[in-house]
């Protein structure tokens, strides 16, 4: 290295060492500058700050406010269930909570601002729960700008009773009605059973559970999802917040068919009570509504249902279900439609006009006499034979007509008593008579011995006449019948 570079070095190295020494003075000059009257600066600076939060305040100022109705969202009810308990909250379904922020925070909050909760957890032995509040994780606010002041009430307060299961059947309701020439005739609800837990309180209150199905206009058949529904004796809804449903939704099959009008018609079975007769019959309705299947309804114009009327004597009426009998006669086949499930029947019964026929044994036809026996008549008047009949009938029957005979194809030899039948072809009733006999056993020949009845000669039988005449029952033709 020459002089010249030895000189310029040292130059450059006493200038270096100079900008340092410079920078060093101001440093120190202005750490002393800094700590003159560093705690009049410290004041200073707080009271430029508390100026500022002052004039901050002033613009957008803390305020109270109370948010009302906040619902209390309830924690672990389960661990009542676990001890076959249910609560039923007297009071602290909701919450009124105070609290405190800047004007413009505070004058829009809204209960969703907010989670109020009480846990079931932590319930006293007086069956007190407190009230927890706290900002929401979901509110659009800082939480550190929100105080919560107080909160009313504090406790949510309980009742418990005693948690139960039951079995309801699903009813169905429908509403509006088919179209025209169309009927719901059918509808079944799958499961149409439903087990419905909750306080015993609330279950004892369900009268009968629902599932609403609409069929208004409809002619088809169909199938749909409701919604179940519990209702109590007044037909008010029971709150079902606190119900728990094995199922809140069921399937509906809804079964429609066409309908039809037919006839209705009354027989009269039987026979009425000895000397009367039905004289007519009156029913209502005459015509019914069914539905059912289109093949099936086809094949129907009419129906008619059996009245009975065996041994009355006065006029008889009577209410006859129609639907068990369409039911009965038809296996199922028909649905009635009307409201109306009865008919109405009377019958008409009128005692029959009377007629007195005297008869000798003459008149008399003597059937099953065995071979080998005779015959006498021991009854020594004409015998009296009483018949029933419209006045008409009587008017017109002769005593041949009444074709009267006796059978003794079961009697012994010996004196007999036997009754007087009639084969009459007339629309009247022949009553029974008696008349005496006496069966005689002969070698060779049957003969039938008058003893001359007709002449009126001789003691009186015990068997003439009316004292012989006993009352019986006469088929329908009229014919008298034995006893």
């Known amino acids: 290295m020459n002089e010249k570079d030895r000189k310029t070095g040292k130059q450059e190295s006493g200038e270096s060492g100079g900008a340092k020494a410079h920078v060093r003075r101001l440093l120190i000059s202005l750490k002393n500058r800094l700590l003159h009257n560093f705690g009049w600066k410290l004041v200073s600076l707080i009271s430029a700050f508390g100026v500022w939060m002052a004039i901050m305040n002033m613009q957008d100022p803390y305020i109270s406010v109370t948010i009302e109705n906040i619902p209390v969202a309830v924690l672990n009810e389960s661990a009542l269930q676990e001890q076959g308990k249910i609560s039923d909250i007297e009071s602290g379904r909701t919450a009124d909570v105070k609290v405190r922020a800047p004007r413009s925070v505070a004058d829009n909050l809204t209960a969703a601002d907010f989670e109020v909760t009480a846990d079931y957890r932590q319930m006293s032995l007086v069956y007190a729960v407190p009230i927890q509040v706290r900002v929401s994780e979901k509110s659009a606010f800082a939480r550190e700008d929100i105080i919560i002041e107080e909160k009313s009430p504090e406790v949510m307060m309980l009742t418990l009773e005693d948690y139960v299961r039951e079995t309801f059947r699903v009813d169905i309701q429908p509403k509006g009605q088919a179209a025209e020439g169309f009927y719901v005739s059918n509808m079944t609800v799958r499961p149409n059973l439903l087990q419905i837990a909750g306080s015993k309180k609330q279950i004892d209150r369900i009268e009968k559970v629902v599932v609403e199905v609409d069929t208004t206009g409809v002619r088809k058949s169909f199938e749909q999802v409701a919604q179940v529904q519990a209702y109590d004796r007044n037909g008010y809804v029971v709150d079902d917040v606190k119900l728990e449903y094995e199922a809140t939704e069921v399937a509906v099959e809804v079964t429609v068919l066409p309908v039809k009008k037919i006839l209705l018609l009354i027989s009269i079975e039987g026979k009425p009570s000895y000397g009367y007769e039905c004289t007519g019959t009156q029913h209502v309705p005459t015509e019914i509504t069914i539905a059912g ?165 001789g003691d009186a039988d015990p068997g003439t006449g009316d004292a012989a005449m006993e009352d019986g029952d006469g088929d329908n033709a009229g014919n008298a019948m034995p006893e």
Do not use: W
């Not at 008409?348 to 044994?361: M, N, Q, R, Y």
């Open 293 to 457: 299947t289109e093949e099936d309804l086809r094949s129907i114009y009419s129906m008619t249902i059996p009245f009975d009327i065996s041994m009355q004597s006065d006029d008889v009426e009577a209410s006859i279900n129609i639907e068990t009998y369409l039911n009965e006669q038809y296996e199922g086949r028909y649905v009635l439609v009307d409201d109306e499930k009865y008919v109405t029947v009377k019958a008409e019964i009128e005692k029959l006009p009377a007629a007195d026929f005297k008869v000798s044994s003459a008149d008399i036809e003597v059937r099953g006499l065995a071979e080998g026996c005779g015959l006498t008549f021991t009854t020594k008047n004409d015998i009296n034979i009483k018949v029933l009949g419209s006045q008409e009938a009587l008017d017109a029957l002769t005593r041949q007509q009444l074709r009267l005979y006796i059978d003794v194809t079961d009697y012994e030899p010996g004196s007999h008593y036997v009754s007087v039948y009639s084969d009459t072809e007339a629309d009247v009733t022949v009553r029974t008579g008696t008349i005496g006999i006496e069966i005689i056993e002969t070698k060779d020949t049957f003969e039938v011995i008058d003893t001359g009845l007709s002449s009126g000669d």
